[in-house]
């Protein structure tokens, strides 16, 4: 099992942005996609955004679309979160997942058993 490591969070005004970055002990070939996903006080978690494995699929919740963009490095043991525009609403802890199942741009969800950070707290606020 991949063990992931987020990193990135931190006290940002709004309209700023942040870059978050997960990384993973292993090779995210061998864990297939992988997400974002974000928990608010008093809030179920929600997928904010996947990215498959190699086909290539991607999933954005509709509340940051054009305003967060998914990535992995080439040797894929990184995967980043760069969080633009940032708003009050995206204050949360963010975890990275894997594997997840991602169909491009319609829906991700976290598997059972699949592993996950520790999260990074994010806090938008002026």
């Known amino acids: 099992q991949v063990q992931l490591v987020e990193s990135g969070g931190g006290l940002v005004q709004p309209g700023g942005s942040l870059r978050l970055s997960c990384a993973a002990s292993?090779?995210?070939?061998?864990?297939?996609?992988i997400g974002w996903f974000r928990q608010a006080p008093g809030k179920a978690r929600e997928a904010v955004s996947c990215?498959?494995?190699?086909?290539?699929?991607?999933y954005y919740v509709s509340s940051v679309k054009g305003r967060f963009t998914i990535s992995r490095d080439d040797a894929k043991t990184m995967v980043y979160l760069q969080m633009d525009s940032l708003k009050p609403e995206d204050t949360a802890v963010y975890y990275c997942?894997?594997?997840?199942?991602?169909?491009?741009?319609?829906?991700?969800?976290?598997?059972?058993?699949?592993?996950w950070g520790q999260g990074t707290q994010v806090i938008v606020s002026s």
């Open positions: 990215l498959g494995s190699s086909d290539g699929s991607t």
């Open positions: 292993g090779s995210l070939l061998d864990s297939g996609a």
């Open positions: 997942s894997a594997p997840v199942m991602v169909t491009n741009q319609i829906m991700c969800v976290a598997t059972v058993g699949g592993s």
